[in-house]
């Protein structure tokens, strides 16, 4: 069955960094590109940033452009999301997902930026 565990997240000032992180498993992760999502409270959920199957493209939403890094590991079935010059409006809870998108999300994990 298709997983994905997020983790990493926590309360950070604004400025601050995170490093998050989501471990797949039950199907091919190095077939497919990864992305990672948000949802802040009373929002939908938004695309904040993809990278395609070998690592070597990536694109981010305007709003984290520069401050945020997605990578992956698929050795690990891992793909990582380095957050930098957090913001208060960066506050949600981040998911990871295949792309083309799948039924299964995860938990999620919940970024709190807030002085």
């Known amino acids: 069955q298709v997983q994905f565990v997020e983790s990493g997240g926590g309360l950070v000032q604004p400025g601050g960094s995170l490093r998050l992180s989501c471990a797949a498993s039950?199907?091919?992760?190095?077939?497919?590109?990864m992305t990672w999502y948000r949802q802040a409270p009373g929002k939908e959920r938004e695309l904040v940033a993809r990278?395609?199957?070998?690592?070597?493209?990536?694109n981010y939403a305007d709003s984290v452009k520069g401050r945020f890094t997605i990578s992956r590991d698929n050795a690990k079935n891992t793909v990582y999301l380095r957050m930098n010059r957090l913001k208060p409006e960066d506050t949600a809870v981040y998911y990871c997902?295949?792309?083309?998108?799948?039924?299964?999300w995860g938990q999620g994990t919940q970024v709190t930026v807030s002085s």
């Open positions: 997902m295949t792309d083309p998108a799948n039924p299964y």
């Open positions: 039950g199907f091919t992760f190095s077939s497919y590109a």
């Open positions: 990278i395609t199957i070998g690592g070597g493209w990536t």
